[in-house]
């Protein structure tokens, strides 16, 4: 299984509608700084339904919303699409590709989809189960944190342990 | 699970005895467990000691800015070995490294390809000629991001 | 005392508006003092905002890597403005930077080189071509660092 | 006022007696991960007299001792002598050079000396004092830390306004 995919629009600084496809092997991202590299990384995490604001930058769920520039109005509304190749089935679902979709509105109320039909947070967190897909400490090393798995406290390293057990 | 969680721990530390000296090209490296009075294993901490080569075993702390990195780079590996994420993004890991450094960190990385896709954001330009595709992000419109097509190849000229 | 503070505080107030800028090739950036109800200055936090080129203004923890970086050193540069420190020890601060980034912050610094002396640690090649003089650190006997001596053109070739 | 030069011996890494000159204008320290680069910034920051350990990744005054490798042994003492030009005048002495001096023994108590002459850390604070050298927040940068002044609390901030005021 690999993100075949990303399609994100009205997520942070990407504000017209950008999709992004990856080889399953290393896909390297550049650019200049303060370009939306890291904002890349951050709406793969935050599409699997990621809860903590505080985790991708912002203090509450709107500030993933595009929030204007001296030419555009502030957009109402973020959404991530990805798509994974499911040929090995990891996934449960008959599907070749699978499809998880995040849409967040100004009030800061999330919408998730599987495949294009609606579901709730709950049947994202049970497709990627087991699957080591996830918001897990050791999938995603934000920038300027690789040395926090060694500094950070004794427990909270046992932690990224238990996620591996 | 008790009994799962020490079989994991055993198997990380083996590979973390095994993925340091490869990466350091030297060395030694171990965790142990921290237990408590009531020797409760689902509660200890987890200790790391390294020993870079040709050097004394010592606190973690006193490690340069690099070797940190380096360590916490075997750390996540040997994890990976035990339990392959499907996916990883790695956020400019490769910053701290010295360029000798970076090219074994790639090596060890293409040893993980196979289980695991990689999306790496990064300056370095060793990483990115390792790279199987490349993309490059933008702000020809400012405070818009887009992408852009890069070649491999210009990279090597400018390094922006 | 309450006057000299406040006195400092807003000549950096108007070196931070310049020298951002400068830096940013646009944008603004300002600082204000945060009062409590009691109106205490001297024990008022400060409050940072910038607003890079294009860009709306926001929270500095929306800023990416590389612009929290660059605006900490518009900062501090606005702050030896005021005073200058004889010298300064900078450890990797270009480490986020990225190559253009890199040649503004060289220029920003050449402007108070005659006020104070810089000693900076670095991996980049950009800053180590704009070095007055060189030394290299080695540890040709493992664990123990020793001198080398360095020329610019040697970096050139071999960026480790 | 600039500093000279700055001599190492038995210093967390270096072992051997070790000598920097520096010029006034900007000097740039490079070499591989781990070979001792931020151990120079850390030796300039100890002989003014740092008293926080962990200000330097140390726990206690003796991590700074030269503590053995496979080849050497551990020593009992570390020593840096930093020489500066006080040609305009800026310290409150007549010499041209001015040095400072520290030795920490393995019982973590320090001696100080300038010029030579032994002396209390009181002294070489008050020569210190008003010529912006310093152990202050704003002319040491560690390595990871620019983006502190920004990020930590304003009132954190405020004391290196302080600083400068
Ligand atoms: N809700 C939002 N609306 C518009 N722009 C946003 C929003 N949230 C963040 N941004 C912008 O995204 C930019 C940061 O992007 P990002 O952190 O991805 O940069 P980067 O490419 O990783 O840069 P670096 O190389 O410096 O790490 C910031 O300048 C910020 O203005
Ligand atoms: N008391 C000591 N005795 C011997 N060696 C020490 C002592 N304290 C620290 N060291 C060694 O110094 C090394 C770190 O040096 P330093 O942090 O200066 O590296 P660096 O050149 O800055 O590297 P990087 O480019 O990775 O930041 C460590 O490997 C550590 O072993
Ligand atoms: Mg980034
Ligand atoms: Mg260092």
Known sequence: MFIKQLELVGFKSFAEKTTVNFSDGMTCIVGPNGCGKSNIGEAIRWVFGEQSAKKLRGSSMDDFIFNGTNQRKPLNRAEVTITLNNENNILPSEYNDVTVKRRVFSDGQSEYFINNQKCRLKDVRNLITDTGIGISAYSFIEQGMISEILSSDPTERRRIFEEAA | ?160
Do not use: W
């Open chain 2, 1 to 160: 699970s008790e009994e799962k969680f020490i079989d994991t721990f055993y198997k990380i530390k083996n590979n973390f005895k095994e993925i340091f000296p490869e990466l350091f090209n030297g060395g030694k490296a171990d965790i142990s467990l921290i237990l408590d009075e009531d020797e409760d294993v689902l509660n200890s901490g987890i200790d790391v000691n390294v020993k870079p080569p040709g050097k004394r075993l010592q606190n973690i702390n006193l490690l340069s800015g690099g070797e940190k990195a380096l360590s916490a780079i075997a750390l996540l590996f040997s994890i990976f070995k035990v339990k392959p994420a499907p996916f990883c993004v790695l956020d400019e890991i490769d910053a701290p490294l010295d360029d000798t450094n970076v090219s074994r960190f790639i090596n060890l990385l293409s040893d993980f390809t196979d289980t695991t896709q990689f999306i790496i954001i990064t300056h370095n330009k060793y990483t990115i000629e390792s790279a199987d595709s490349l993309y490059g992000v933008t702000m020809e419109e400012p405070g818009v991001s887009s992408l852009v097509s890069v070649s491999i190849k210009e990279f090597e000229q400018d390094r922006s």
